[in-house]
T-cell receptor, first 121, second 114 residues
Framework: NAGVTQTPKFQVLKTGQSMTLQCAQD?????MSWYRQDPGMGLRLIHY???????DQGEVPNGYNVSRSTTEDFPLRLLSAAPSQTSVYFC????????????????????FGQGTRLTVV | AQSVTQPDIHITVSEGASLELRCNYS??????LFWYVQSPGQGLQLLLK??????LVQGIKGFEAEFKRSQSSFNLRKPSVHWSDAAEYFC????????????FGTGTSLTVIP
């Protein structure tokens, strides 16, 4: 299994440019999410999705758009990049587990991609 | 609001010494609890997790964590640290019945000195 695949690994953008960070998972997970990681801030949730066609905002959604047309893919779009969006971005996926499912031994931990290091100049 | 607190931003230990990384959470019921490790330039790898049952859980790489409901804590421990354990460690909480939304602490950076 490839798990969670993020592309690209590195990207440099000029202020005002747009781009899409790609995320794909092959585990048939319902839940997918995007985080940004900044020094001293931990991982902050940008957007998440509990299934195809359903997305919602996380803690820091401004400046980012997402869509979920398929279970496998969850792209993150920067419409007009700003220097404040310089960060490392992680995509994650997991099962949407009910308590009874978990007690029976189901796994619901989050699986992470390798990250995309984005610099906006 | 749910929150995860890792009070130690940075910890330095000698190789072979014991280690304890602290994690406290704020949530009305018992959430699902996780510890992840991130090596430089890498993604996050799951070390261990707690859902229910035995409050002492064993993970990979010789790590263990103990859930203490009365203290809302889930501290990570290792009896003897190896140089390869130097990394960033994140405690995380997943909230049941919310679609499995994860909340992360700000991380603890571990340095291991020979």
């Amino acid at each position: 299994n490839a798990g969670v695949t993020q592309t690209p690994k590195f990207q440099v953008l000029k202020t005002g440019q747009s781009m899409t960070l790609q995320c794909a998972q092959d585990m048939n997970h319902e839940y997918m999410s995007w985080y940004r990681q900044d020094p001293g801030m931990g991982l902050r949730l940008i957007h998440y999705s509990v299934g195809a066609g359903i997305t919602d905002q996380g803690e820091v959604p401004n400046g980012y758009n997402v869509s979920r047309s398929t279970t496998e893919d969850f792209p993150l779009r920067l419409l007009s990049a700003a220097p404040s969006q310089t960060s490392v971005y992680f995509c994650a996926s997991s099962r949407v587990g009910t308590p009874s499912y978990l007690v029976a031994g189901g796994n619901t931990e989050a699986f992470f991609g390798q990250g995309t290091r984005l610099t906006v100049v | 609001a749910q929150s995860v607190t890792q009070p130690d931003i940075h910890i330095t230990v000698s190789e072979g010494a014991s280690l304890e990384l602290r994690c406290n959470y704020s949530y009305g019921a018992t959430p699902y609890l996780f510890w992840y490790v991130q090596s430089p330039g890498q993604g996050l790898q799951l070390l261990l997790k707690y859902f229910s049952g035995d409050t002492l859980v064993q993970g990979i790489k010789g790590f263990e964590a103990e859930f203490k409901r009365s203290q809302s804590s889930f501290n990570l421990r290792k009896p003897s640290v190896h140089w390869s354990d130097a990394a960033e460690y994140f405690c995380a909480v997943a909230v049941p019945n919310t679609g499995n939304q994860f909340y992360f602490g700000t991380g603890t950076s571990l340095t291991v000195i020979p």
